[in-house]
């Protein structure tokens, strides 16, 4: 295939930028925590060293939402695959620190090297995929190009581009034809993307609808300790929990929850903030309307009665599922796309969210269509929905009861994609 002029001039581009880029990230990572070891891992230099059996299937995806969509699909692969190794790169420190906690059997992480011929080269020699899967919109030309020119198979997984970003591609169909031809195969989220995927120029034999990776997640962890010293102090008190909340979504929870202490005087909100540095603003308003609240951060429990908790720490969400029978889930009040209901239902729990759902639309319309979700508008009808819940055993029973089907189905569709990627990147002969 003809190279493009415009993929010489990112060529170049590269090599003007490539070690200020450098200098950036490895000083932004060191001022994140990260040792000088990892930081270089940036520049291709490998901080573990590469299996020497099986197979070694590389995954790169962009910051944490991305990598921790496709754990549980390197761990289904990982079964399908008794001797193939994993390897996951991502960008930044959160989602190392939260994917290291996480990574399945015979997985690695590192940090993804730029996108400039030294640090790739150097990564590429020393790991030396057999495959390489990448993640929604990780579309490096450079990276793509230098990894597909070693005859590495390779996939897309989770195809998704903001319509900026597809413009964009569609006014240089060259170039974009030269990036998106790497594929052995495309799998995007919906139709919709499917056809933008088309009209992008990626090559139509190889262009499939898969499904959204985020919604087949894998379990969130829980912490056996913050269970058992948290059921100590609740003492049996009924509890909901609102997670992942965004700026104004707040004060509809904490209204809504004013409204449930009538009824149910013992009740605990369990609080969870997208960003938990938020913390105060918070305070401010559960103190405005005169409840007590204790504080995670601080090192508190419920254990003195409080209405509220405010669990304003990262990585602990799962074990806050696993204390409720309902959740709702925030970023949906405003138009912000929602969060991942599946991880709810794995819990066992029903996921309310509002109507601003657009990062999992066919998720939520799915597990709606099953009673594992309901969707909500305003104060009123989120109060309806969790005291539904509060006061109806069959109600609960109902939804656990989808919510186990849901979770059934999207295990058989995660075993397709599996077993999908495994043919088409030739992962059923015998390794190197």
Same mark, same amino acid.
């Given at each position: 295939?003809?190279?493009?002029?415009?993929?010489?001039?990112?060529?170049?581009?590269?090599?003007?930028?490539?070690?200020?880029?450098?200098?950036?990230?490895? $000083? $932004?990572?060191?001022?994140?925590?990260?040792?000088?070891?990892?930081?270089?891992?940036? &520049?291709?230099?490998?901080?573990?060293?590469?299996?020497?059996?099986?197979?070694?299937?590389?995954?790169?995806?962009?910051?944490?939402?991305?990598?921790?969509?496709?754990?549980?699909? %390197?761990?289904?692969?990982? #079964?399908?695959?008794?001797?193939?190794?994993?390897?996951?790169?991502?960008?930044?420190?959160?989602?190392?620190?939260?994917?290291?906690?996480? /990574?399945?059997?015979?997985?690695?992480?590192?940090?993804?090297?730029?996108?400039?011929?030294?640090?790739?080269?150097?990564?590429?020699?020393?790991?030396?995929?057999?495959?390489?899967?990448?993640?929604?919109?990780? /579309?490096?030309?450079?990276? /793509?190009? &230098?990894?597909?020119?070693?005859?590495?198979?390779?996939?897309?997984?989770?195809?998704?581009?903001?319509?900026?970003?597809?413009?964009?591609?569609?006014?240089?169909?060259?170039?974009?034809?030269?990036?998106?031809?790497?594929?052995?195969?495309?799998?995007?989220?919906?139709?919709?993307?499917?056809?933008?995927?088309?009209?992008?120029?990626?090559?139509?034999?190889?262009?499939?609808?898969?499904?959204?990776? $985020?919604?087949?997640?894998?379990?969130?962890?829980?912490?056996?300790?913050?269970?058992?010293?948290?059921?100590?102090?609740?003492?049996?008190?009924? *509890?909901?929990?609102?997670?992942?909340?965004?700026?104004?979504?707040?004060?509809?929870?904490?209204?809504?929850?004013?409204?449930?202490?009538?009824?149910?005087?013992?009740?605990?909100?369990?609080? *969870?903030?997208?960003?938990?540095?938020?913390?105060?603003?918070?305070? $401010?308003?559960?103190?405005?309307?005169? &409840?007590?609240?204790? %504080?995670?951060?601080?090192?508190?429990?419920?254990?003195?009665?409080?209405?509220?908790?405010?669990?304003?720490?990262?990585?602990?969400?799962?074990?806050?599922?696993?204390?409720?029978?309902?959740?709702?889930?925030?970023?949906?009040?405003?138009?912000?796309?929602?969060?991942?209901?599946?991880?709810?239902?794995?819990?066992?729990?029903?996921? %309310?969210?509002?109507?601003?759902?657009?990062?999992?639309? #066919?998720?939520?319309?799915?597990?709606?269509?099953?009673?594992?979700?309901?969707?909500?508008?305003?104060?009123?009808?989120?109060?309806?929905?969790?005291?539904?819940?509060?006061?109806?055993?069959?109600?609960?029973?109902?939804?656990?009861?989808?919510?186990?089907?849901? *979770?059934?189905?999207?295990?058989?569709?995660?075993?397709?994609?599996?077993?999908?990627? %495994?043919?088409?990147?030739?992962?059923?002969?015998?390794?190197?």
């Amino acid at each position: 295939m003809r190279v493009p002029p415009l993929f010489y001039v990112y060529v170049a581009a590269t090599v003007v930028l490539a070690p200020f880029a450098a200098y950036l990230e490895i $000083k $932004k990572l060191r001022r994140q925590g990260v040792s000088a070891l990892r930081a270089h891992e940036k &520049m291709g230099h490998a901080s573990q060293p590469r299996s020497g059996s099986g197979h070694l299937i590389w995954f790169h995806a962009a910051s944490v939402g991305e990598s921790l969509s496709v754990l549980a699909l %390197i761990a289904k692969m990982g #079964e399908m695959l008794p001797r193939a190794h994993f390897l996951i790169t991502s960008g930044t420190a959160t989602s190392a620190q939260l994917v290291s906690k996480r /990574l399945p059997p015979r997985t690695v992480h590192q940090f993804a090297p730029l996108d400039a011929r030294g640090p790739l080269t150097r990564f590429l020699k020393h790991w030396r995929p057999d495959a390489a899967i990448f993640v929604e919109s990780e /579309l490096w030309p450079r990276m /793509l190009r &230098m990894t597909h020119e070693r005859g590495t198979p390779m996939a897309l997984v989770n195809a998704r581009l903001s319509a900026k970003s597809r413009a964009t591609w569609v006014r240089y169909p060259a170039l974009a034809s030269f990036i998106l031809g790497v594929f052995d195969l495309i799998l995007t989220q919906n139709d919709e993307m499917a056809q933008a995927m088309v009209d992008m120029h990626a090559p139509v034999d190889r262009v499939a609808r898969g499904t959204n990776l $985020k919604s087949l997640s894998a379990p969130l962890p829980t912490d056996p300790a913050v269970l058992a010293q948290s059921r100590a102090a609740l003492k049996g008190r009924p *509890v909901w929990v609102a997670a992942s909340t965004h700026p104004g979504e707040e004060a509809t929870v904490l209204d809504a929850h004013a409204n449930l202490l009538v009824y149910h005087p013992d009740l605990v909100l369990i609080l *969870v903030p997208r960003h938990p540095d938020r913390r105060d603003e918070i305070v $401010k308003l559960i103190r405005a309307r005169e &409840m007590s609240v204790a %504080i995670r951060s601080e090192g508190s429990l419920p254990r003195n009665g409080e209405a509220v908790y405010l669990a304003d720490t990262l990585g602990e969400l799962g074990s806050w599922y696993a204390l409720t029978d309902m959740v709702f889930l925030g970023g949906s009040l405003h138009p912000i796309g929602g969060h991942n209901p599946f991880e709810v239902v794995q819990a066992g729990a029903v996921a %309310i969210s509002g109507p601003h759902v657009t990062n999992f639309a #066919e998720t939520f319309a799915d597990m709606q269509a099953k009673g594992a979700a309901q969707i909500v508008a305003d104060t009123r009808a989120l109060t309806d929905a969790v005291a539904t819940l509060l006061d109806s055993h069959a109600a609960r029973f109902s939804a656990h009861q989808a919510a186990e089907t849901v *979770v059934r189905d999207k295990s058989n569709a995660l075993s397709q994609i599996a077993s999908r990627l %495994i043919h088409m990147l030739r992962l059923e002969e015998d390794p190197r």
